[in-house]
């Protein structure tokens, strides 16, 4: 599949729903680099299969069909090694607001079942809808941070 099969919205459309998610990975390490991306229903993983061809990956990689992702990001989270992706999803619920898949190497994926985005930082529990999301060692003190913005927060 081409770039051309990805859904299109007019640009209206898109700042009324204030974008979608694109987070830009080799998950597979084959030297091309991949994409996520996410849109208001079900978010694809798609891998570059090079000549500008892309091949959804998402359930061969071990990845749900999530909706309404936001934000989206590769990052080592858990200092493995490997590339694991967070998805934030524009969520009510706090238990439905974000989705984290570590990476096991070798293309694949599994969803980490002990991750709990309610319990991070100062995380406000009447927080709803999250968005834009960004990670970097902000506090320089060689671990990855995690900045969730919240409509109004």
Not at 2 to 21: F, T
Request: charged content about 25%; proline content about 3%; glycine content about 12%.
């Amino acid at each position: 599949m081409g770039l051309d099969a990805l859904p299109v919205h007019l640009r209206w459309e898109a700042i009324r729903r204030g974008g979608y998610a694109l987070a830009l990975c080799d998950y597979d390490q084959d030297g091309f680099v991949d994409m996520y991306v996410g849109t208001g229903k079900e978010g694809v993983l798609l891998r570059n299969e090079g000549n500008v061809r892309f091949e959804d990956a998402t359930a061969e990689a071990g990845l749900e069909a999530d909706k309404l992702v936001k934000s989206a990001v590769f990052a080592d989270f858990d200092n493995d090694g490997t590339s694991d992706l967070l998805l934030v999803k524009f969520e009510y619920s706090s238990d439905r607001q974000a989705v984290l898949y570590g990476g096991l190497g070798g293309g694949k994926f599994r969803k980490a079942s002990n991750f709990d985005f309610a319990r991070l930082g100062n995380y406000d529990r009447h927080a709803r809808y999250p968005m834009p999301m960004a990670v970097g060692d902000f506090n320089r003190d060689s671990l990855l941070d995690l900045y969730v913005g919240f409509p109004g927060k």
